[in-house]
């Protein structure tokens, strides 16, 4: 229990302060508290001892007017200690998380891995913000509050103390037994909750699967034992806490009762006088309510503290060296020199050598599989490689913090993600400090002011998670529009126009040409419209550059990228009411 005390506080971090205030507001609550046993005794004394007239009362009334507004008063104070270590325990480790997930590799982010990511930063840690706190503040200041109450009961009569004594440590074995109990329940909840989040979001995201193929009902199974795996977890761990909550509160009752009985045998004995006898009635009822208090915490401190197991365990991931500087290369030369890189057991990149000078334009054209855009990811350091080293301005790009190796570098991706967040902002993503006239020149080159101007708050209008409210070529229109406003020195396409309509895609190629003028440019294209202009090719097939050389130059020797364009030559041959679309150099 100690240990799961101390990994709660290591947790609260910056918060730890608050939560002290919190402990220290609840035992004056408790004081205030224990003024409405006192203005008890008040009345009873004087119903005992006989007395007349409205002293008594007004007495009583006045220690109870002072408890309820102090106790109301802290009550506020220890509540907003209480919120506030909360939100910004969880708050505090988002951010966390978030700083932490921009240096881990790409290979990280998976299926599993994202339901679990979504998982802890939702569900786990709103457990932790509800319960984290009060676990602590319940525990600490039941306890030191029962401990108080103890010693004034000692005070008032040892009999009734040591039963109390006996009360306490009774109902603190059954928690305790509970406690331990949770070791194993507590983490396959929190399994089957990480478990349900992937799976809800990858039916969400798969829905238009599910529908196409009218597996709607039976195309759940998943999302179904999921569902079905949470409720056996939630049921079991409440099975297993049910007989000992029982059990707490058989304790705490029982000895109420013998406390009640031990006072009326004092007093038939003559030990006792009935004033003492009637307050030890009362406090019967009320003296156990602060380890009752405590307890309530010990009994979902094993819940609470495998939240945050699950929320500490992101600081395991694996990072990438972050021991770089912040550098301005002169130049942007790009040179992967015997590179072999795999994922997971099985080798991409089997030793790849290759100069891409600085200020020209490169294509990389192969089959589906062969590693074009794990090369491009691995020199935007996407990951690490297994071996040699990649450089751009004659610097490995782990000597570079990712912050100003991401400042030389812009990418247009195939699947574009925009954020749930105004366009204008999904623009200005690279470069936040940019004017809302910039936006626009970029959005004008990129060919999207038009649809931009027709949506209803034109570049204010807020659009879904995934841009899902846009086209295909809406979106990768957009960004490119980023990626013009980045004006990076190295820009890496990786098939930029392949949702682009066609009225579109001559003018966005010569926006593409403006953007592109003197810089290092990679693409990963298959038109051969956009490769044959290219200052040179490159041909990878099975994880290996099997070609390289300028567009005549490969045409005149046998090989994949000849095989391609003529290919693809013929196949462009065939006709539907007219020629539609450009001949490919893949497929």
Not at 410 to 428: C, G, H, P, R
Not at 509 to 518: K, N, P, S
Not at 564 to 571: H, I, Q
Request: with cysteine.
């Amino acid at each position: 229990m100690l240990n799961a005390l101390k990994k709660i506080w290591d947790f609260a971090g910056t918060e730890q302060n608050n939560i002290r205030k919190a402990v220290l507001l609840n035992f004056i609550y408790a004081v205030f508290y224990m003024m409405q046993i006192a203005a008890v005794y008040r009345i009873v004394t004087a119903l005992t001892d006989g007395e007349s007239g409205a002293a008594p009362a007004w007495e009583a009334f006045g220690l109870v007017l002072v408890s309820i507004a102090g106790m109301a008063l802290i009550k506020t104070f220890s509540q907003l200690q209480q919120t506030h270590a909360g939100y910004f325990m969880a708050a505090n480790r988002r951010i966390e998380i978030g700083e932490r997930l921009k240096r881990v590799p790409m290979g990280y982010f998976n299926d599993n891995s994202l339901g679990e990511l979504s998982g802890i930063a939702t569900t786990t840690l709103e457990n932790v913000e509800m319960t984290a706190p009060m676990v602590l503040i319940n525990i600490f200041g039941g306890l030191i509050n029962a401990l108080v109450f103890t010693v004034m009961i000692l005070l008032f009569d040892w009999r009734i103390g040591l039963l109390v004594v006996l009360g306490i440590a009774l109902y603190l074995a059954v928690t305790s037994a509970m406690e331990r109990k949770s070791v194993v329940a507590a983490p396959r909840r929190q399994r089957s909750e990480s478990a349900l989040v992937a799976a809800v979001l990858e039916y969400v995201q798969g829905m238009s699967v599910v529908k196409s193929f009218g597996l709607a009902g039976r195309g759940d199974c998943r999302l179904r034992e999921a569902l079905e795996e949470n409720r056996r977890s939630n049921l079991a761990m409440e099975q297993l806490f049910t007989p000992y909550t029982m059990g707490q509160g058989f304790s705490v009752q029982l000895f109420g009762v013998l406390m009640m009985g031990a006072a009326v045998l004092f007093y038939l004995q003559g030990s006792m006088t009935v004033t003492n006898a009637l307050m030890v009635v009362v406090i019967s009822f009320l003296v156990f309510g602060q380890i009752e208090s405590a307890g309530s915490g010990m009994s979902i401190l094993r819940v609470v503290s495998s939240s945050i197991e699950q929320a500490n365990s992101i600081s395991e991931v694996p990072q990438m060296d972050e021991g770089g500087r912040e550098r301005q290369p002169d130049s942007h030369e790009i040179c992967l020199e015997d590179v072999r890189f795999s994922y997971e057991d099985r080798e991409i990149l089997h030793g790849i050598t290759v100069r891409i000078p600085d200020r020209t334009t490169t294509a990389i054209v192969g089959p589906s599989g062969s590693g074009k855009t794990t090369l491009c990811s691995l020199i935007a350091r996407f990951w690490d490689v297994d071996s040699g080293r990649i450089t751009i301005g004659g610097e490995d790009v782990r000597g570079y913090t990712l912050a100003s190796l991401m400042d030389q570098i812009s990418m247009v991706f195939q699947n574009v993600y925009l954020f749930a967040d105004t366009i204008e902002n999904n623009i200005k993503f690279g470069r936040p400090q940019a004017t809302h006239e910039e936006v626009v020149a970029a959005a004008r080159a990129a060919c999207c002011d038009d649809f931009i101007e027709a949506l209803p708050d034109g570049y204010q209008t807020v659009i879904g998670e995934g841009g899902a409210s846009l086209s295909g070529g809406e979106r990768q229109r957009i960004s490119i529009a980023r990626a013009m406003l980045k004006d990076a020195p190295v820009i890496i396409f990786d098939e930029a126009t392949a949702n682009v309509d066609p009225e579109n895609e001559d003018r966005l190629q010569r926006a593409i040409e403006a953007l592109t003028r003197d810089k290092t440019i990679l693409m990963i294209a298959h038109r051969l419209k956009t490769v044959q202009n290219a200052d040179q090719i490159l041909v990878v097939d099975g994880g290996c550059i099997v070609q390289q050389g300028s567009h005549e130059m490969l045409l005149q020797e046998p090989g994949l990228y000849a095989d391609f364009v003529r290919g693809r030559e013929k196949a462009a041959q065939w006709r539907m009411g007219k020629q539609f679309s450009q001949p490919d150099v893949t497929d």
